[in-house]
């Protein structure tokens, strides 16, 4: 294929050339003291041309597992690559990171405001700036994520329905579960999807949480991927492939049907029977006990560990066959 990465790349006002490396500082917005918000990019290029793959972490502040995978691929210095160039942003969303906050400090989500406008709210600024600043020069992007708030992802790759090229990087990454998920209207992955940039977006554990299992899982699957672009470095193995990633076509949430403290019974990823007992939900006075079952069998991929719950409140998230495929807004946050 063509790459966008053959000779010199010009980013941001800066030149990089084959074999070189840099850390640019992307200006995205200044504090209300004046101080400049910048955001690191950095930039490894190997002396032989090949692909320009994008890793993102961080465009929520408070999903610290994307930002680790992303900081160990580059302290382990596995982003420089034997051919072609990586590109690592490993927090998007600073003001969210500073705050342990999901959002902007306007409210807004950057995943929803996508591609952005130059003259709009602050997200829709940062999202216009990477859009026609740092897109155009990538070939791949891999983004990584976590459940929102207390819901836990069990590791997971979204990808598409029906997009032949993006199932079979999936493959190739193998995280435990491959979820066909829709492209949700004006999120990072949609804008990457109309400009013909393939983007698997990872999913694992939740938000204010660093998970060791979780990132582990994500930086195998960025080295395997690296692999079978020719790009991984002759330094770093290749991880062992022990199962096959797991197909979840279709799913659907449990939800609580009476309210009152949680208490999961089950891991997460787990494949469990019909009806098997999965949580309990109590009242605070010793009085009542309501046993969760599960409705089918099928993979347990997200799992609520708020200690309280309401009456509707998801806390499973479990594939099936019999069910409508799950819509985007019922997937847990990407």
């Known amino acids: 294929m063509t790459t966008k990465g053959n000779n010199e790349l010009s980013i941001l006002g800066h030149t990089i050339g084959l074999g070189e490396s840099k850390t640019i500082d992307f200006s995205i917005a200044k504090l209300y003291t004046a101080t400049k918000v910048e955001i690191p990019i950095?930039?490894?290029?190997?002396?032989?041309?090949?692909?320009?793959?994008?890793?993102?972490?961080?465009?929520?502040?408070?999903?610290?597992n994307g930002v680790e995978i992303v900081r160990q691929?580059?302290?382990?210095?596995?982003?420089?690559?034997?051919?072609?160039?990586?590109?690592?942003?490993?927090?998007?969303?600073?003001?969210?990171?500073?705050?342990?906050?999901?959002?902007?400090?306007?409210?807004?989500?950057?995943?929803?405001?996508?591609?952005?406008?130059?003259?709009?709210s602050l997200a829709s600024r940062v999202a216009y700036q990477?859009?026609?600043?740092?897109?155009?020069?990538?070939?791949?992007?891999?983004?990584f994520h976590t459940g929102g708030a207390s819901r836990f992802n069990a590791p997971q790759v979204r990808v598409r329905p029906q997009d032949e090229q993006l199932m079979q990087l999936a493959k190739v990454f193998n995280?435990?579960?491959?979820?066909?998920?829709?492209?949700?209207?004006?999120?990072?992955?949609?804008?990457?999807?109309?400009?013909?940039?393939?983007?698997?977006?990872f999913e694992g554990g939740k938000s204010l949480d660093s998970n060791k299992h979780i990132v582990r899982q994500g930086v195998?699957?960025?080295?395997?991927?690296?692999?079978?672009?020719?790009?991984?470095?002759?330094?770093?193995?290749?991880?062992?492939?022990?199962?096959?990633?797991?197909?979840?076509?279709?799913?659907?949430?449990?939800?609580?049907?009476?309210?009152?403290?949680?208490?999961?019974?089950?891991?997460?990823?787990?494949?469990?029977?019909?009806?098997?007992?999965?949580?309990?939900?109590?009242d605070p006075?010793?009085?009542?006990?309501?046993?969760?079952?599960?409705?089918?069998?099928?993979?347990?991929?997200?799992?609520?560990h708020a200690p309280i719950v309401h009456q509707g409140d998801a806390i499973f998230h479990i594939s099936t066959i019999d069910s409508a495929t799950t819509p985007p807004e019922e997937m847990d946050h990407e």
Not at 292 to 301: L, M, S
Request: hydrophobic share 40%; aromatic share 6%; glycine share 6%.
């Open 175 to 201: 995280a435990p579960f491959t979820v066909l998920s829709a492209n949700i209207d004006k999120s990072f992955r949609t804008t990457c999807a109309k400009m013909n940039i393939p983007i698997l977006l």
């Open 42 to 64: 950095i930039i490894e290029r190997a002396k032989v041309p090949g692909p320009v793959v994008l890793l993102t972490a961080g465009i929520h502040g408070d999903e610290i």
């Open 220 to 282: 195998e699957g960025v080295l395997r991927f690296l692999n079978h672009m020719d790009m991984l470095n002759p330094k770093h193995a290749v991880p062992e492939v022990t199962s096959e990633t797991v197909l979840i076509e279709k799913s659907k949430w449990i939800r609580a049907q009476k309210s009152g403290l949680l208490h999961v019974k089950i891991e997460c990823n787990k494949l469990v029977q019909k009806d098997e007992f999965l949580a309990t939900i109590t």
């Open 285 to 304: 006075y010793g009085t009542k006990r309501f046993k969760v079952r599960a409705p089918n069998e099928g993979y347990i991929i997200n799992v609520n």
């Open 73 to 120: 691929i580059i302290a382990k210095k596995m982003n420089r690559p034997k051919r072609g160039t990586i590109i690592c942003i490993p927090i998007l969303n600073i003001f969210g990171f500073l705050n342990a906050d999901r959002a902007f400090p306007d409210g807004r989500d950057l995943n929803r405001v996508f591609p952005g406008t130059k003259t709009g």
């Open 130 to 143: 990477l859009t026609k600043k740092i897109l155009p020069h990538i070939d791949y992007c891999l983004d």
